[in-house]
Structure formats: structure tokens, C-alpha cells
């Protein structure tokens, strides 16, 4: 899993946009964890996606001389899931351990990732025993959507049902993932779609520390499409079943009104028929076309080949172990591995 003859790494990987509150309480969780662990040493890979309250500098700023760490800004806000994939591109560590901002974790569920990763596992999920919002229609849509989307896509079995919160990933699958181009992603199907021994903890999700949470709906609809589109044949498989039910309605419909017409010896409603076969015929052609818009709008993004996201600057804080201390150090990201392929700043 590591080499022997030196302390594992694990990067703690926090995507942040917009997160000046919950600066302090990210990094004393942080400290927590690296005190949990003594055996261990850990680095704070944060990913600011865009943040327009100077949360990357907050970030640094609260810092101390024992706190190793990678600080990224984006150009512009990219999503979580263009953070979490810069967050592997550029971590270090033999693992990378996914946290969010918002300080609904507890410091024990990092224990029990790291002794699977021990034991073995090269992916371990993080699912949520017991929701921040355990109720509301927005929490019933969330689970029926994972359920639905574990038994109708291509990932493994492995991938949590109810939908994974966070998890841990191994030095072998980030290297897998960090070659992956999709630009319109789910990171954590991505990750679950590259095999490798995975298993899964439980735990119970704090309440959000401070502020909103940044993941709205429309943010939460793009990855329903993002989602199937590139893991799932489903919604294609339906187009064809229900191109098939609305030809079946349509005859039936023209059926009925003639046979009624042959029952009654009156003439048959040809206005009917006209209207209920356009209707149907319309609604399923209208309907087709637009999950295969969904496909296409895909394709042509990816074969445009812009990077996934874009990177402003690069501050790492303090060195690793074994290296001279450094203080707040400026690094350039095209001198980064993995920033130079299909997920960093450009692509080859």
C-alpha cells in the first residue's frame, strides 16, 4: 500500500466555494485529525472554486507552521466535482481522504476510513447512516435517485445505493481517474467505475456549521443528467419503450374510434383520431429528441477538449515531511504532475 520505510501521506481534499465562515472550524478539524493520527502525516489540499470572499486567503492565513498544505484557486466557480478532481490531480499523498467545508463529518468516521484503507481497501464510501435533513422532498428525490441509479448504471455493485457523502481513495485509483477526459462528471461514479476493492462506513452527518449550503438545485438536476448519460443506457432503453407504448396508443386509438364507429354505424370521429395520434406522436418524437440532445450536448463538450477547469494559482504552505521548511510558497501548476494531462490546465 505504502512504502514501508516511511510514514504514510493521506491528503485531506476539501473543495470550498464561498466558505469564509467555516474557515476555522476546516482547519481545527484538520488538526483533530492529524492528532487522531499520530502515526500518520497529512497534508489539506483546498480547492477554491472561485470563491469571491477571499476564502483561499483565509485559508492561509489561519495556517500554522505545522499545518502542510496545497491551496488552489480557480479562475472562476467550476463545481464540486471539477474540485474534487483538481484535488486529486494535485494531492500527494499514498490516499486522499474527500471532506467538505461545511463541517458535517465527525473526526471518528477518519479513523474508520483509514484502518479499511489499512486493511486493504482501495476505496472506502462514506454513506450517511443518519441525515443532516433526514426529511423533505428534496431527501426522498436525493435517495430514490441513488437507488435508482446503482441499479441502472454501469458502476459496480460496490457503489453505495443510498449515495455516498465522501470517501477515501487510494494512490492507484487516483492515478486511474486523474486520466480520465469526461468534462461533465460525477466524480464519485467515476471513481466507483474503476473497480479496485472497495467497501463502505457509516455515520452519522452534523448539521451544517455556518452559512447555506452552495449545492442548489439546478447544480443537483445537471448531475442527474451527468450521471446517466455517461454511466447509464436507461434513458435511451425508455425513449425505445416509450416510442413503442405511444405507437401501440396511437393504433389503439385509431382502433377504438373506428371500431366505435363500426358499433354505432355513425361515421368515425376523424378529428379524434387526427388530434390524439399528433398529440402522441408529437410528445414522444419531442421527448426522444431531447434525452438524445442530452447525449450530443455531452459528446461535443468533450470534443472540444477545453481542461475540466482552470487554475489560477497554486500556494503550497510548509513542506512535507523530510523536506526543508518553505513558509507560503507560489508554484507553478504547469510544474505540477498530473495538471499537464486531460484534468489540469490543458490537455496534450
Given amino acids: 500500500m505504502t512504502d514501508q520505510t516511511r510514514r504514510p501521506l493521506v491528503s485531506i481534499v476539501v473543495p470550498a466555494y464561498d466558505e469564509a465562515p467555516n474557515v476555522k472550524g476546516t482547519v481545527s478539524l484538520f488538526r483533530q485529525i492529524k492528532e487522531s493520527q499520530p502515526d500518520v502525516d497529512f497534508e489539506l489540499v483546498l480547492i477554491d472554486d472561485g470563491s469571491s470572499d477571499g476564502t483561499a486567503d483565509l485559508f492561509i492565513a489561519e495556517l500554522g507552521e505545522q499545518d502542510v498544505a496545497r491551496v488552489a484557486s480557480f479562475s472562476r466557480n467550476f463545481g464540486s466535482h471539477a474540485g474534487l478532481s483538481a484535488g486529486f490531480a494535485l494531492c500527494r499523498g499514498d490516499c486522499a481522504l474527500t471532506l467538505s ?10 479513523d474508520r476510513f483509514l484502518a479499511e484503507w489499512r486493511a486493504g481497501n482501495d476505496i472506502v464510501w462514506a ?3 443518519v441525515r443532516s435533513v433526514p426529511k423533505g422532498l428534496a431527501n426522498k428525490l436525493a435517495l430514490k435517485f441513488n437507488d435508482f441509479f446503482a441499479k441502472h448504471s454501469d458502476v459496480p455493485e460496490t ?4 449515495g455516498p457523502s465522501q470517501m477515501l481513495v487510494s494512490r492507484p485509483v487516483l492515478d486511474v481517474v486523474n486520466q480520465m477526459p469526461e468534462l461533465n462528471r460525477n466524480i464519485l461514479a467515476l471513481v466507483a467505475w474503476a473497480g479496485f476493492k472497495q467497501t463502505t462506513v457509516a455515520f452519522e452527518q452534523k448539521p451544517r456549521a455556518a ?13 442527474v443528467f451527468d450521471s446517466f448519460v455517461e454511466f ?4 435511451i432503453m425508455l425513449m425505445m419503450v416509450a416510442g413503442v407504448a405511444f405507437t401501440g396508443v396511437g393504433l389503439a386509438t385509431i382502433f377504438g374510434f373506428l371500431l366505435g364507429a363500426l358499433i354505432t354505424l355513425s361515421a ?3 378529428i379524434g383520431i387526427i388530434v390524439g395520434v399528433v398529440l402522441f406522436a ?13 447525449y450530443l450536448y455531452r459528446a461535443g463538450d468533450d470534443a472540444r477538449r477545453r481542461p475540466l477547469y482552470v487554475i489560477r494559482q497554486v500556494r503550497d504552505v510548509n513542506a512535507l515531511a523530510g ?26
Avoid: Y
Fill in 101 to 110: 467545508a461545511d463541517l458535517q463529518e465527525p473526526v471518528e468516521v477518519i
Fill in 127 to 129: 454513506v450517511r447512516a
Fill in 159 to 162: 457503489f453505495p445505493k443510498e
Fill in 211 to 223: 452559512d447555506d449550503s452552495k449545492w442548489t438545485t439546478s447544480k443537483k438536476i445537471k448531475l
Fill in 232 to 235: 447509464s443506457v436507461m434513458p
Fill in 268 to 270: 368515425p370521429n376523424a
Fill in 282 to 294: 408529437a410528445g414522444a418524437n419531442l421527448g426522444c429528441t431531447a434525452m438524445l440532445g442530452q
Fill in 323 to 348: 523536506q526543508p521548511p518553505q513558509g507560503v510558497v507560489n508554484v507553478n501548476p504547469l510544474d505540477i504532475p498530473g495538471l499537464t494531462n486531460v484534468n489540469g490546465l490543458g490537455r496534450p
